[in-house]
């Protein structure tokens, strides 16, 4: 396995000793001559070199280079607010407060990607704006408390040349203890690579040991100054969040069905799986940021999570649309356990409107189909995968923006399950890399009705289906409950008959023996019967919702409101969402 | 017992057969007039009766008369929109929609309360309005849909003299299937003296039997159209509402810690407690609703749950403040089983700025220091109340105005521990009336920056108590899991033992008679094990969060932003109530 450390080995990341933010590139061709031009192979997992070693390296993409050329510092200000002059180009990166990342993101682009596919498309140069600010600008400005950046916005935000830029990471470590192979190698390279991108948030899920959670922290502090570690459950939630900005609030909510406990081999409901939300502000900007983690899929052909995964779509959805209703930006990052087109995803997009990165994105590079479990992956159990000979896509970057802002994801990577030279990847998930950036709506644009009308019976149909799908959750909770209840009533009538047996003689020492599970089955029984119970419950208060929801489409369709089903299906003024 | 139906005995009722709202009462000297003037005894549970018997009657406080005067319907928009002419009196009441409650209302001023206490303070005239609004006018408008209203605040809400009027009612019912007594008449009582009432809105808890809901529904639907029941845990939340205008939106959080479930007797893990959050738009304000119950207190000298209480209110605290970002108007109901000077109230007061309506209010009648647990009340066990002659108070509501709106509480009105005709009140709680009223802030008002920089003090050293209880709380949790753990270890031992006892003879008998309750043992410091590791997590969680907020308080003060508290304590602009 590679030794990891300072990358000496490769030009085209930062020398040795040279300081981070001290290198400006100033432009693509130089960029591209550092990138590739040694022809040496790095030795560190930055993201230029981590599908290296599958095949030869193709010359950059220009659209990259027009990130390159600004130099400028991620999610920082434009406007004109702390510097003067210069063109504005898309949203620009930010190379300037990390030259190394800069480099190894063009390298990426430079770099084979086995399997890679791509779907370019030409970034559209909008209208000149200010100059350039100073790197951390807004960072700068957010950490003078809560309210004074909101405070700011008219000021910046509402500029017409406003723009922000946000990278961000997502992955799923598979960091269980005493479980996972090469738990402590993958999280030492998973946190020199975090370092060496510096992207703007870092988002995780199963790091399930807190240790491991401080061990990162401490790697981390100097590049994400922020971090915070969800607790809940019995293990802990597993979801954690590095950021380089200063998290101005943070809260979780835990799911309230998560499996069941006496499922011990799959371990779901010790997890506490929850939705950890961060509250950021940046650049004027309010910034609500969501990481989870569903129930898993363990057999989909008889998946008898289903319905959970159901219902915690719907309540990760639900506490999207309550918090976020004063946010300009929302992003949801997480392993969903929910391929695309599985019901919980199509809940969860329509009902808050979130776009998904993969299907948005202007620039993809990664594994076919965009999968984020791949048969490549030496960690994956092959067997899952079998019917996915490509893989499976769980694990998502959504993201919209409210209140008369546009975001759009410029660029989207993922890793595609090697490491060119230990060659075991990070996790058994792929981790997903994503560039947003976040304008003002270009006044001309106008929703189109007819699009109005298509969503909403989309909605409305979402909505019925997993109306559905909960109100069969809710009638086999029940017949568990009842099966229970005449389990109780027959041990009850067993351990009489044991002592009856024992008092009487004759069989007495089998009846003894016989005494425990009995007494088990009692236990065991009354447990099945309280969980199912609960799981009841829980599934009636999510049919509910939904049932109200659907009644309310049902009134404004009968006051002929058709062309408006996001606003009359519960979302608020200004919660709409623009086309991306 | 009084037979319960139309009220025939009373002339300050409505007549038999007389429909509502067809009888409006033109003036204050009408109403007393008729409230007291025949002598009669009322036999139903109107208001103005509930204590009737307990002394004579006092002539009615002028207060209501202006109430009255107006005759119009509750919430009802003002300001010209649907009518013109007419004076306006602060916040009119609602008689033209149901005369035999402006009657009720105006004889509850006129009848003695045991152990009442007035607080009048007589309502500011503010300036002169529009007309007058036709009943449920508001509800109209707001039936269209979930955006329509908001689209209309410029136009309605935006007028400088709006005002909105809001009754509510809440009470913690005591209907335990099986174990509260005289359950049934109770809700036929509560269900006529609703009706009868019509509130804007009626908050429920501890309405266990979804069956008992489902009868209130049933009853309640001419005058209130809109219900929901909060379903969740084992038995139900127990919290319903049912409203006379039409719920947009509702969800519910589960409160992550809320006891144990070994503590059976106890019972309140089996519940499922949480908070309902309703979103209403009233004559195009955005109205939040909160209905929650919190953990008993089932020993105050020896309090197991204060820690899970404390970290409750926090989690309350966090979602009113998390989802009410949008709301113009905030309101909280509910039985928080907290005294008013606990900690969990007092942070959940201060961190979300949520005003008691009982320290705040215009007008107060009803029982002792506002205590809405009496000794005088046949349910409650006399026993708990020994150390608090006059009872205890920990039944609230709260509320709170943001978006440049003012609320006040009016009136507020309890029930004092007795029926004056079958001598047994609606509950073991006593229920709470308020009269709210919403307008817009004077242009002249302007907070106190000193009053700031107390505020900030305060929270701060309430926050730093709260970190100590819940810090407290980890230790115990982590030490009873280490505990639990020991238990674990022992109970293997034991379990070895007695099988080699049992595989060697002699004590055979014996050793095998032992395995039930070894492996009892084993089973039971699992779950001791189980339980307090996710307390220990849940209340890590809650730590965090106040940390995290504590942290930032620091940030603030060493920035010298100290006179603005709330704004640095995570609140955001808008976000900050206005003085009451």
Known sequence: MAALGDCSEHK??????????????????????????????????????????????????????????????????????????????????????????????ADWEA???????????????????????????????????????????????????????????????????????????????????????????????????????QYLRQKLLPTYPAAHYFSSGVI???????????????????????????????????????????????????????????????NRQKDIYLTHRVAQAWELAQFIHHTSKKADVVLLCGDLNLHPKDLGCRLLKEWTGLHDAYLETQDFKGSEEGCTMLPENCYVNQRELEPFPFGIRIDYVLYKAVSGFYISCKTLRTTTGRDPHSGTPLSDHEALMATLCVRHIPPQHTPSPTHGLAERSRLVSILKEAWIELDLGVAQARWWTTFAGYVIGLGLLLLALLCALAAGGGVREVAILLWTPSVGLLLGAGAVYIFHMQEAKGLSGARAELQHVLGRAREAQDLGLESQPALLLGQQEGDGTEEQ
Request: a positive charge.
């Open 12 to 105: 085209h990341c930062a020398s040795p000793g040279q300081p981070r933010g001290s290198a400006p590139v100033s432009s693509w061709e130089e960029g591209r001559e550092l990138a590739g031009g040694d022809g040496r192979v790095c030795s560190q997992l930055c993201a230029c070199c981590w599908n290296g070693a599958r095949g030869p390296r193709l010359p950059a993409a220009p659209d990259f280079a027009v990130d390159r050329l600004s130099g400028l510092a991620g999610s920082q200000l434009r406007g004109g607010v702390r510097g003067g002059g210069g063109q504005w180009a898309g949203c620009p990166g930010n190379a300037e407060s990390d030259p190394a990342q800069g480099l190894s993101r």
């Open 111 to 213: 770099g084979a990607f086995r399997g890679a596919r791509g779907r370019g498309r030409p970034p559209v140069r909008t209208a000149p704006g200010g100059g350039a600010a100073g790197p951390h600008a807004s960072s700068r400005s957010s950490r003078r408390g809560g309210s004074v950046v909101p405070r700011l916005r008219s000021a910046l935000a509402m500029k017409p040349t406003f723009s922000l830029r946000l990278r961000i990471f997502n992955l799923n470590c598979w960091a269980i203890p005493y479980l996972s192979k090469h738990r402590g190698d993958r999280m030492k390279r998973l946190g020199d690579f975090l370092n060496m991108e510096s992207f703007d948030l870092a988002l995780l899920e199963e790091v399930w040991s807190e240790q491991d959670f």
């Open 236 to 298: 802990g939630s597993g979801l954690c969040v590095f950021s380089k900005h200063p998290i101005q609030e943070f809260t979780q909510h835990v799911y309230t069905l998560n499996g069941y406990p006496y499922m011990i081999h799959h371990g779901d409901w010790f997890c506490g799986k929850a939705v950890g939300l961060l509250v950021l502000h940046l650049s004027g900007l309010v910034l609500n940021v969501y990481v989870t983690h569903l129930h898993a899929e363990y």
